[in-house]
């Protein structure tokens, strides 16, 4: 079997656990596998060279960031490689550019266009554990970029991809994908399999245990991803296309914060204007999430729509620039609110789960600001500050805590 | 004027030390003159990243301990383009792989083969301040390399001559080249010239300003190095071909420490003994140092050599694996010996310098073990304990301390 393994920044955050994780390796590697492995930056890394930066420069170029983030993973690679030889195990640690790891020329939050495979496959040849940079690529400047926060996932899915991997596993602090995040539900089960546009729809929501781009690019090249623990030996949940297991209603319910609402009021009740606000946002790569769009008055409209935190500041300040062409009045912005959902696939043929849903918002008197629906979720902002709440009575309402199915 | 600066890691080993030496770097920018700077790692990271290393493996490859150091100047140059960007200065950093610096294959030793010139030329043409690291280079696999210790300076001055720089000034702690180490002799002076054959012999044996490969690179391709502090605008010393004053005896004294001593003893007296065991040696990157021969008594004969200290294990080991092949009976070694040496061009014609330095010596009752001489180098091998009276012994001999000649 070829496995591509992945390890985030806090199973490799110091010699103890690189060693321990290196152990790991080996043991797959002694079971006949050929192993490539995808790291992150060691802990706090990430984190900490930010910090360096910032104290030179509060607005340093993306760019140069990516120059400087990118050696994060190059560290972990090293010191994998450094602990397999130690062990005994014949490893060595690739950069992206070693690998040909190639993306668009966006810093910071670059997306893969292709990855070289000779290298990667001449190393397995060899019988070489091969350790990876994840979250980083090469631009076609020769430039590095970062794939952004999480894209070591999506790292290890596409390398799953192009070496065409018998599975990825994803290691991770948690023992696999629950029904609900079991520090704010105490019932919250662990689930064997899910679906990936469940997986899609729970990692776009805060459910942050895959980058959502990882799990798009696993159910575009059907790559069997199994989010586990790398902590113990329990099986984790696996993410394929089609759940062998009869569907279950909804398969969890999770909040994300990270997000915040803003309202454009006033906006002349003309066709295109709707268009040219998001065509800026997209030009401008900001992704807009719920959107809301008050019906006219007076010959304006209010358009209300969130995104997420990080992206307020500049958001705010692209639209302020744009007032004048938007033909935008006001501009108001809340940042103390949640998006909760539930999702499932089992959704599509049972229309009751939205009154369902609402039922439990509304006994535990939990105000709903805005609502948005996919096939297999159904989404609301409510107050940051009930969002525990929110979860815990769902998760109750749906019985979610007492599911017998294997699932 | 193209100027090609080198700053060392203690010169950019913060926030504020990175500001500081942008602010230098700026201010050259802006008197017209394209820049091109080369950077070590900051402060202590090469070791922090070494003692990291060594926690997980005390015998780490070389190949991966290069991909871990690398990273060190990678962090510096992208924080030098933040810091230079803070200032509004147009800049970027490259790494080893986008300069395209070849070097050989030996990790952790490699030498450079060649230098690629478009990108940084590209780069000097749209007026950026072009920030590179030091130390590094990639082999035929693509796999990164470093030069060994000291090997920004040697990154430094090939820069320069690829790119027909018309100076490579080196910026260190110190304001040049001294006629001994300051810190041993109270009196030394600052040398305002020095030829690059006193210079190669001073950096060779432990007057640690400049590294000897990137005083070789020089020589060879003619450029003109200035050693300066970073700290201040004082002139330095300029290292050129010929220096334009009257010649002194000697320029400098200088101890060099790291150095161990191993005799192997009892080797058969045949022709060709020796060349085994140097040619062994020679095959594993060893560099030995002074040798002296016993002459031959019972068939058998002894040969002291040394080495680098941190090469004496790794020597120590090769010798005892081969001691049948080479006919050795013994092997014995000292690591607590200093190399002591004077240094000048005038020597050459003044046959009485090795009598002078030898009556200092023994007026100040330090014993010589080991002689070596070159046209303009005279080192002896004493106890390490010694060398800081040895130097100062010979400084005042010379009266290197009351020379009035502007050199």
Known sequence: ?????????????????????????????????????????QGDTTDELIAKAQEINSKPSRREMDMLLSTGEQQSVALMAIALEKLGYPSISLNAYQVGMNTTSTYSKARLKNIQTDRVQAELERKNIVIITGFQGINRFDD???LGRGGSDTTAVALAAVLKADRCEIYTDVEGIYTADPRIVKDAKKLSEITYDEMLELASLGARVLHNRSVELAKKYHVELVVRSSLNYEEGTVVREVCNMEKMLISGVAAD???????????????????????????????????????????????????????????????????????????VHDENVAKVSVVGAGMVSNPGVAAKMFEALYDAHINIQMISTSEIKISVLIDEDKAENAINAIHDKFQLGNIKLKR
Chains 1, 2 share one sequence.
């Open 144 to 146: 590095i970029t970062t």
């Open 257 to 331: 914060k990270d997000v915040a609402r803003i309202s454009v009021i006033g906006v002349h009740d003309e066709p295109g204007k709707a268009f040219n606000l998001f065509g800026l946002l997209a030009k401008h790569k900001i992704n807009i999430d719920i959107i809301l769009q008050s019906v006219g008055r007076d010959g304006t409209k209010d358009i209300t729509f969130t995104v997420a935190k990080d992206m307020l500041e500049e958001t705010l300040d692209l639209l302020e620039e744009n007032r004048e062409r938007l033909t935008v009045k006001d501009i």
């Open 1 to 41: 079997m070829l496995i591509v393994k992945k390890f985030g920044g806090s199973s490799v955050a110091n010699a103890e656990k690189v060693l321990n994780v290196a152990k790991r390796i080996g043991k797959s590697y002694d079971e006949g596998n050929d192993v490539v492995v995808v790291l992150s930056a």
